[in-house]
């Protein structure tokens, strides 16, 4: 459920307003709660009141008193949740969730699940990074979970546009962190498909990471088995992390995989004679993939437009039929083409109803982290450009870009053409 609410005066966050989070325990006076959020109120809920914005209240608490925890991610397809809602079932634990509310309010500002596993003296929670806000609030304790997680976990199903998504809001979720950390990532695929291999892989080299690779597989006592193993690796690993040890044996009946199974992956060298950095990422120890040769005048032009605009996936299609005559390697150049073509049919029609006409010049849409868009091509006509882009990028600037290319596109077409 998207929870929506207005930021206000009670709302505001600055320096005169930024107290320490107000942390109620049933009985705090006790040190195994103090580092507790909120109050529990029932076996399966904890309520926290605050003044300020919840992402902000979680940042002060993981700052003051936080406890390391485990990060389930999604990359697409609701494998996170799912493992955490087996995982309860199979041992016992309830699903709980902390409900961050408005002091003297009530109004409830976000929901985070969770589940409290039970570890060697101490405990470790495992959360779902998927808190029910509105959406920027989402973004920004998705950031903070993010950049205080002692373990982040990856689940992936297959490569398509949801994934690519994720793994953009999750390198940005990396950039805005405020602390300087090595990020310990384990990534779980549902199936091992060589596109999402590639994804991670090239995920990878973009950002400041220490990436382990699991076997695919979708039992829970496998994953479960394999980030317990990744889990205390890095609490052995790191002396005063007080990340306590977990018990893979919490869950009965045979793993299909083991810790051995597990791939770490490490950082390439930017060039043959380049040193081998330190241990971070490299899937399978498999070679960089190869970008393919371009094979006419589409492929030329849509790796300069896409070179030029930092998008992260293109297409050209003819709008006669949706035929793609080129796209980039691994896009989902198919429904980019077939879902562009339901976009232009729409703005058509509103068009016609605002009698501005049918003629689109360009259609360009923000959702989520990223910017879809639509355009005529110069390349030829009757084709369309479909771009895909990271939300920060400037309009502007990739407008521009795409103008002066397709004006110098144009000059060196008729200087051929003159000879």
């Known amino acids: 459920m998207d929870i929506r ?44 009141f605050v003044v300020c914005d919840p992402s902000e209240a979680l940042r002060q608490h993981f700052e003051l008193a936080g406890a390391p925890y485990l990060l389930l991610r999604d990359l697409g397809g609701g494998a996170a949740r799912a493992f955490l809602e087996a995982f309860a079932r199979t041992t016992s634990l309830p699903v709980e969730e902390l409900s ?10 976000a929901t985070l699940t969770y589940v409290d596993c039970p570890a060697r003296g ?40 949801q994934t690519q998504l994720a793994l953009t809001c999750l390198k940005d979720d990396l950039t805005h962190a405020r602390r ?23 995920f990878g080299q973009q950002t400041r990471v220490k990436m382990e690779v699991g076997p695919a597989t979708t039992a829970t006592s496998g994953l479960w088995a394999l980030m317990v193993a990744s889990w205390n690796r890095h609490a052995q690993a790191n002396v005063g ?35 081998l950095a330190s241990p971070l990422l490299v899937v399978n120890q498999a070679a960089a993939p190869v970008m393919p040769k371009p094979q006419g005048e589409f492929d030329l032009y849509l790796q300069e437009i896409v070179a030029r605009t930092d998008s992260t996936h293109g297409c050209l299609f003819m709008l006669a039929d949706r035929s793609v005559v080129a796209s980039t390697p691994h896009a989902p150049a198919a429904d980019m083409a077939a879902q562009s073509h339901h976009l232009l049919a729409a703005v058509g029609r509103v068009g016609v109803g605002l009698e501005m006409g049918r003629m689109v010049r360009e259609t360009h849409v923000t959702m989520g982290e990223m910017q879809l868009v639509v355009r005529p091509a110069r390349v030829k006509a009757g084709s369309v450009l479909v771009l895909l882009l990271p939300r920060q990028n400037d309009p502007t600037a990739w407008r521009l870009a795409i103008d002066r290319y397709d004006a110098q596109w144009l000059a060196q077409r008729k200087a051929a053409a003159s000879r």
Request: net charge negative; aromatic share 4%.
């Open 241 to 275: 992390s007080r990340m306590p040890l977990l018990d893979a044996s919490r869950l009965k009946g045979k793993s299909d995989v083991t810790a051995a199974d597990v791939v770490t992956v490490t950082r390439r060298p930017k060039s043959p004679d380049a040193p």
């Open 100 to 109: 961050v509310r408005r002091q003297g309010f009530g109004t409830v500002l």
């Open 122 to 161: 101490d405990k470790v929670r495992i959360y779902l990074d998927d808190a029910q806000t509105e959406s920027s609030e989402q973004i920004a304790i998705s950031r903070v979970l993010t950049e205080w997680a002692g373990l982040h976990v990856l689940f992936g199903e297959s490569l398509g546009p």
């Open 5 to 48: 609410w207005e930021k206000g005066s009670a709302g505001a966050s600055d320096g005169s307003t930024q107290v320490p989070t107000q942390i109620l325990d049933d009985k705090p006076d006790q040190p195994s709660q103090s580092r507790e959020l909120g109050k529990k109120v029932s076996d399966k809920l904890r309520e926290m």
């Open 180 to 202: 300087s950390i090595l990020v310990p990532m384990l990534v779980l695929p549902q199936k091992r498909e060589e596109p999402l291999t590639q994804a991670i892989e090239e």
